[in-house]
């Protein structure tokens, strides 16, 4: 059997920065309640029209498969994870196959929000191990700006998400020990409406738009977020799941040298932190840039440590997300 390790990564945000101050001029908030809350001082909003979900997903695409030294007809499988794809059907995958100009190869598409890019990584491995793919191009990218309710009264949502996308090139190697040791998944169905969209469409027009032809008042258009309920079930799942993927492979929390929780709130990330008591440089946070990206968040974060020399060859990296769903899962790699 064959091992998956990843090959190649990059990210991709929009150029226009919304800082909590921004967002005072358009709601009742200030930047110490945002901060003290979430810990976001800044996040991206795409603000051309040009730019969406898979011209996103594109760019980071071309950046990773530049870093893992490939020719981009060597890719022969993509999966693409969105909650915030830009056409209700198709999916995002087969459009980055054609912007890609790639050959005729598979497309999938997975809508496990955030824990989007754990569930993409997993089934890539799977892929991989068995030898049916060697190359799999594997793109986190989301547009929250355009569907966001951007009032006071969707302030306690609408602060903490931002736009972005990152990707990976996962690859065939035959080094026993290296790469993704093992991944492990889980959902929760119950509890789906604690943290959702109700109502479809937001690809094509702005939630304002849609507003204006419905009930004004209609909020089941953006999203909803049980605050409190979310985040007491995001510590214990988060803490689960990743002492599960170190027991399966007799290591200990000591034995982590970079966790890279998915962004969701700065707050969850310390409070796992200090559970696990990890030093500031085992873990890697980025939320205070860019807000919540949902499926993009978790391989932002990644480039961004690789980039910085925090993780390095023959690292133990442990990859953990918790969101909508609820889904959670962890990844576990020697780098």
Not at 116 to 122: D, E, H, M, P, Q
Not at 235 to 262: C, K, T, Y
Request: one cysteine or more.
């Amino acid at each position: 059997m064959y091992q998956s390790y990843i090959k190649g990564l990059g990210f991709y945000v929009p150029e226009n920065v919304v800082t909590n101050h921004d967002l005072t001029k358009i709601m009742d908030t200030t930047d110490e309640w945002i901060q003290e809350r979430t810990g976001i001082l800044e996040r991206r909003h795409i603000n051309t029209p040009e730019e969406n979900t898979t011209s996103m997903g594109v760019k980071a695409a071309k950046v990773a498969i530049e870093r893992a030294g490939i020719d981009k007809n060597e890719i022969d499988f993509i999966i693409f994870a969105t909650l915030s794809p830009d056409y209700y059907f198709p999916g995002p995958g087969v459009l980055v196959q054609r912007d890609l100009e790639l050959p005729t190869v598979g497309a999938l598409d997975i809508r496990n929000q955030c824990s989007g890019f754990v569930y993409a990584l997993s089934i890539a491995d799977q892929y991989i191990k068995t030898g049916m793919y060697k190359s799999i191009l594997i793109i986190g990218s989301e547009t929250h700006s355009r569907g966001l309710d951007m009032t006071t009264r969707g302030r306690n949502v609408s602060v903490i998400f931002g736009d972005g996308a990152g990707a990976a090139i996962v690859s065939r190697s035959e080094k026993e020990g290296k790469g993704i040791l093992s991944t492990h998944l889980h959902s929760e169905g119950q509890h789906a409406e604690e943290l959702a969209v109700i109502a479809p469409g937001m690809g094509k027009r702005w939630v304002t738009d849609i507003l204006k032809d419905n009930d004004p008042d209609d909020i089941s258009y953006t999203p909803h977020m049980n605050g409190q309920f979310v985040f007491k079930n995001a510590v214990v799942r988060f803490s689960e799941v990743i002492m599960e993927g170190l027991q399966a492979n007799q290591l200990q929390v000591s034995d982590i040298n970079m966790l890279i929780p998915h962004q969701a709130n700065l707050r969850i990330s310390q409070f796992i932190q200090q559970k696990f008591h990890l030093q500031d440089n085992q873990v890697y946070n980025n939320i205070q840039k860019y807000g919540n990206t949902t499926a993009a968040s978790i391989p932002i974060a990644l480039t961004e440590a690789w980039e910085k020399g925090m993780i390095k060859e023959g690292d133990l990296v442990v990859l953990a997300a918790f969101g909508s769903g609820f889904t959670w899962g962890s990844v576990i790699m020697r780098w």
